[in-house]
């Protein structure tokens, strides 16, 4: 057997594979956007900045990610996390043939103060890898709280039409009783780089989507950079994340929604 001949094809396989992924991304990202890049020189945009708008960084590009099996180290983390001081025990599950752990607390612990960092770093150290989360969505008025995993400090935002939780904690009388999560192993596409739009421009083109956001003055409260997925299901591997803008906003007499802008086609896109 020539080995070399055969890694070269396999080498090649995956340059392949990498390109059909990205180009099939970009594709349906196009088909499924709100709408065009509008031509916003002649708009009087109606917002205000509220919060510190980020630098934009001289190098982004895709991620590639793939959810991790935790079938054969369910023992294990089983073990580790009811070791830990300080926590309470837990009775650990698998599902979506072991891509999913699902935890469920022998006694329901309390979720005041969970926008407290030093409540959330005590929360994530009952978590497998719980360094590598950041809390998302929050609110004693809500069922789930929910946390993304983060990539070099990046948060990773799946859509909800994939059905995946990356960490959902489950609320009972507001009280957590457990939680769901999935794992993403995330390499980045080094081969592909694109030109980005900056938070402003971001912050224009969701401005011009009146039909969208209405005419009321937008306050932004918030603005990341983070990598957002919104193709594919959640038996597909691996998931493609394109570098977007997260927007907190708040209107009045509406309260604050988040708002998505690929940094790459600049346009609004959504996570339901």
Same mark, same amino acid.
């Given at each position: ?15 392949? +594979? ?41 190098? +982004? ?73 950041? +809390? ?134 959504? +996570?339901?």
């Amino acid at each position: 057997m020539n080995w070399g001949r055969t890694k070269s094809i396999f080498i090649i396989c995956f340059l392949l +594979l990498d390109v059909f992924l990205i180009f099939e991304m970009y594709m349906r990202q196009q088909n499924e956007n709100i709408e065009d890049i509008p031509d916003g020189s002649s708009k009087i945009h109606n917002y205000k900045i509220e919060t510190v708008v980020p630098a934009l960084p001289r190098q +982004l590009t895709f991620l590639r990610g793939t959810r991790v099996d935790f079938t054969r180290q369910k023992e294990a983390i089983t073990k580790q996390l009811n070791q830990k001081s300080g926590t309470v025990k837990q009775k650990i599950s698998l599902s979506e043939n072991g891509r999913q752990l699902t935890s469920t607390f022998a006694k329901p612990m309390s979720i005041a103060a969970i926008k407290n960092e030093d409540v959330q770093k005590k929360l994530l150290n009952m978590i497998y890898q719980g360094q590598d989360y950041k +809390l998302w969505q929050s609110g004693e008025d809500k069922k789930i709280i929910r946390f993304a995993q983060a990539y070099q400090g990046r948060p990773v935002y799946v859509s909800a039409r994939n059905r995946i939780q990356m960490l959902d904690f489950t609320v009972q009388k507001k009280d957590l009783i457990g939680y769901r999560q999935s794992y993403f192993k995330l390499t980045e596409n080094k081969k592909n780089h694109f030109a980005l739009i900056d938070a402003r421009q971001a912050i224009n083109n969701l401005a011009d989507r009146t039909d969208l956001v209405g005419y009321s003055t937008l306050h932004i409260k918030g603005i990341e950079l983070c990598y957002l997925n919104t193709v594919g299901d959640e038996s597909a591997e691996p998931l493609i994340f394109v570098p977007a803008w997260h927007l907190d906003v708040h209107v009045d007499g509406s309260g604050t929604t988040s708002y998505f802008v690929n940094a790459v086609t600049g346009n609004v896109q959504s +996570l339901n």
